[in-house]
């Protein structure tokens, strides 16, 4: 561990890496927030021991989870701002950059809220996969708006996060229903819209989000039940618009089965990705703060934001 780290940036670190934080939006939040202590406690004495404590921490945030792009974009957007030629100086751009960051963070959400709940009808039930704050923001202002929304919320193995969005949804007022994954093609027959939030959207519009998304939306394209991803532009995988693939996060085995369970059984191999890749094809819509796309043309807007490329700030040493 690098001893230049402050103690509370380890702390959200392994919170991230344990999962106590989760979700990309939260993940990037909580990050920016974490190079803004880091700078706010810094001792750096020169300008460029300061910038080596902001990339270490950078670097120990970013080898948390490898999927959710939101993470190294947080980190890209609060770094890039470095320009002062002082401690102080470099200290108040991180504060201030991080800052904005949080705040177009939260803006974002609101306003990708806007377009998905338009795609929305009173009336309408919708089934979930995970947990997705960019989803869920979506179904809250339909709610405001005075829809009547009710949700079959599937649990999501192995860590449950469905339990976490049956909560949020009621704590909304809308009426839910909880099943197991595997109950997920019975009901889609009652459902009027999948909504899924995602970790990354790659640059051919395949999107990237908690195992079992692709085959819901391959059992939902197969009942013609329309497929809405709510992800605002930070999930937008800048890497892939040159060729990189999404790094797909392989997870303990301890997650899924327990070591005496296992033994019982006679060892087999275990196999917990935590992620999976829905192509486009399977997509009708990406709802965004700048609107909804065709999942074929989000490169588009990808290229209007990452067109003069994009900076590895954690990798530089
Ligand atoms: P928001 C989650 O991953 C889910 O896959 C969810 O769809 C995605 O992050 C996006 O979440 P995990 O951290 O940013 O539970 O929409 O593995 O909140």
Redesign the pocket.
């Known amino acids: 561990m690098d001893e230049r780290v402050h103690p509370e940036v380890r702390r959200i670190a392994e919170e991230i890496d344990t ?1 106590e934080i ?6 990037a939040d909580a990050v920016a927030r974490a190079l803004r202590t880091q700078a706010r406690e810094s001792e750096a004495t020169d300008p460029e021991m300061f910038r080596g404590e902001l990339r270490a921490a950078a670097r120990t945030l970013y080898e948390t ?1 490898p999927t ?1 792009v ?1 993470l190294p974009n947080a980190l890209r957007y609060v770094l890039r701002g470095m320009s002062a030629t002082t401690v102080e100086g470099l200290r108040q751009n991180v504060v201030d950059s991080a800052d904005e960051f949080c705040a177009r963070l939260e803006r974002a959400q609101a306003d990708l809220g806007q377009v998905g709940a338009n795609r929305l009808r009173d009336g309408d039930v919708i089934m979930t ?7 869920l923001a979506c179904v809250e202002t339909a709610v405001k708006q005075g829809k009547h929304i009710e949700a079959i919320v599937k649990e999501t193995r192995p ?1 449950n ?1 469905g339990h976490i969005t049956a909560r949020e949804l009621h704590e909304m007022g809308v009426p839910v229903t909880l099943i197991v994954d595997s109950a997920a093609r019975r009901y889609l027959n009652d459902v009027d819209h999948v909504l ?4 990354a959207v790659a640059a051919d519009g395949s999107v990237i ?2 195992i079992g ?1 692709s085959g819901l939306a391959v059992n939902a394209r197969d009942r013609g039940t329309p497929i809405m991803v ?2 605002q532009t930070l ?1 937008l995988h800048p890497g892939t618009m040159t060729g990189h693939t999404v790094d797909i996060e392989m997870r303990e085995t301890e997650e899924i089965i327990d070591a005496e369970t296992l033994a019982e059984i006679g060892n087999p191999t275990v196999k917990n990705p ?2 999976d890749v829905t192509p486009p094809r399977y997509v009708d819509a990406i709802v965004t703060e700048r609107g909804q796309f065709p999942p074929e043309s989000i490169v588009i807007l990808m290229r209007e934001l990452f067109g003069e490329g994009t900076t590895e700030p954690w990798a530089e040493r």
């Open positions: 999962m989760r979700g990309a939006a939260t993940i989870r959710a939101s996969h995970c947990h997705s704050t960019d989803a860590r996060q899924v939030g995602a970790d989000n908690k998304t709510a992800a999930k935590a992620f």
